[in-house]
């Protein structure tokens, strides 16, 4: 069962496996170094754990293991725009786990918003609201 869930300590072996297992992965978290599980538990306790009136980080989770990471930041509340970003394991690739998932993750945060973006296993996108003001 699929589900857009809080970062927690708990998936820690998940993102190790996660990075270690593909590479094309690393453009997500930048020169970061995700190879230890010390690593990985600090990165989700600083960098997807967290919230702010500006970004949060949603795991995308099957069965309980966190398959990927959908985003937004930038979250602008007055025009209800941000910019949201994913990415999936490889092994979790192709089963729309990341439509599904900027679905859920941004209803309530960006209301009346609209979605384009790609279909790649990693991407960003800009979400803007339905209607201008």
Known sequence: MQKCRQWDESDTG????????????????????????????????????PSSPSVRNFAISVDGKAVGNVGIGNMEHRHDTGR???????EARGQGLASRSL???????????????????????????ASSH
């Open 84 to 90: 949201v970003y994913y990415w999936v394991s490889a």
């Open 103 to 129: 679905a859920s993750a941004t209803a309530g945060h960006l209301k009346g918003a609209t979605c384009s973006g790609s279909s790649s296993s990693t991407g960003s996108t800009t979400r803007r609201p």
């Open 14 to 49: 998940h993102l190790l496996r996660a990075f270690g297992a593909n590479d094309d992965l690393a453009t997500q978290v930048g020169d970061t170094d995700l190879s230890t599980l010390e690593r990985c538990q600090e990165f989700i306790a600083l960098q997807l754990a």
